[in-house]
């Protein structure tokens, strides 16, 4: 009897054992239990299951056949990067599934989602999707322009470097920015540096401009990329000369800087009327006038012809003939060689006075 009774116990308590034993195996390794068939006496089977996927442990893991299925409880996982969020799931008989990225303001790298969800109720091996978080993208703002304190400002608050800064000549505004990189509208991470170009002013040399007409001044300090300055006075004659400058040559100043010009004062230039287009009306008062002197002129030149003596002839002897012989009183002579053609010329002869009046008859 007592041996009976002690080979019951012991039988009893290794079945009990042999449970207990079970159960903690089919809690650490995936298993299918099926508890219909545990009054069997056939023991259970043992196969292996498939290696899990992501790189797992290819050693195989026995499973049970005709167990009832154990459900595990899916961990939570956010906040894990993902080489620990994959340790967890292959301590609790699950494996990775599909890794997917998103923009998100936690931290990069780091599990945000998950799916199945934490706490839900799954098969061992159960593949768990997971999406990693990545870093908000930030959009670079444009700076050309903009001063340089004013950009550094900007880029602080778009979470976003100052990268290096480099000058170069431009024609801007000094002080401002001309490039940048990368670009403007650029989709970039936080923190990613951005390079500024700074824009200065090239420093030139004063040119020699004195003696030269104003002319060919303008020229020589445009061309030097400087800023010709004149006196209203003269500023429109390019013919001035020029008498002084300033700043004065070898002065060096930066490009686009004035340089006044002091010119020689010089007489307005004298202002030129243009000729009046003659009239189409005759000129009567002046063909009046000359019509009237031409007429005068001619009757004091036929006066004068009438009225003056006509001389003898140098080469005929001049014959005079007294038709009657007066002592006293008038006298009738001839004066030329033809007593016919002749005329006769009264004399009034007195004895006291001489020849008184001589006139033809």
Not at 126 to 152: C, D, K, W, Y
Request: proline letters at 11%; one cysteine or more.
């Amino acid at each position: 009897m007592r041996k009976a009774f002690l080979t019951c116990c012991l039988a009893w308590w290794f079945a009990v054992l042999q449970g207990l034993s079970l159960q903690a195996f089919a809690a650490y390794n995936p298993a299918l239990i099926d508890t219909s068939n545990t009054s069997s006496s056939q023991p259970p089977a043992v196969m292996s299951t498939p290696p899990p996927a992501d790189g797992a442990s290819s050693e195989p893991r026995p499973q049970i056949e005709g167990l009832r299925p154990i459900l595990i409880t899916v961990p939570s996982l956010a906040g894990l990067s993902l080489d620990d969020a994959r340790a967890t799931l292959l301590d609790t008989n699950l494996r990775v599934g599909q890794v997917t990225r998103a923009e998100s303001s936690d931290e990069p790298d780091t599990v945000i989602r998950q799916s199945p969800e934490a706490r839900a109720r799954v098969r061992p091996g159960t593949a768990v999707s997971l999406v990693i978080a990545e870093p908000a993208m930030v959009t670079v703002p444009p700076l050309t322009g903009l001063p340089l304190n004013q950009a550094r400002s900007i880029l602080s608050e778009l979470d976003l470097q100052f990268g290096q800064l480099t000058s170069a000549e431009s024609d801007g505004e000094p002080g401002t920015i001309i490039e940048q990189s990368p670009k403007a509208r650029t989709r970039v991470k936080p923190g990613t540096p951005v390079a500024l170009v700074l824009s200065i002013r090239s420093l030139v040399e004063v040119p020699h401009v004195v003696g030269l007409e104003l002319g060919d001044a303008r020229k020589v300090i445009e061309r030097a990329g400087l800023i010709p300055i004149t006196d209203t006075m003269n500023s429109r004659n390019d013919e001035a000369v020029v008498t002084s400058q300033n700043p004065e040559p070898p002065t060096t100043v930066r490009k686009g800087s004035s340089v006044v010009l002091t010119l020689r004062t010089i007489a307005a230039p004298p202002i030129i009327k243009k000729p009046s287009r003659p009239t189409k009306t005759p000129p009567w008062p002046a063909i009046f006038g000359g019509a009237a002197l031409m007429t005068i002129i001619g009757g004091a030149l036929l006066f004068m012809r009438s009225s003056r003596v006509k001389a003898a002839p140098r080469n005929k002897e001049v014959h005079v003939s007294i038709r009657e012989k007066l002592d006293e009183g008038t006298q009738q002579v001839q004066t030329t060689g033809n007593p016919e053609k002749a005329p006769t010329i009264v004399v009034t002869i007195r004895p006291d006075n001489g020849v008184q009046e001589i006139h033809p008859s």
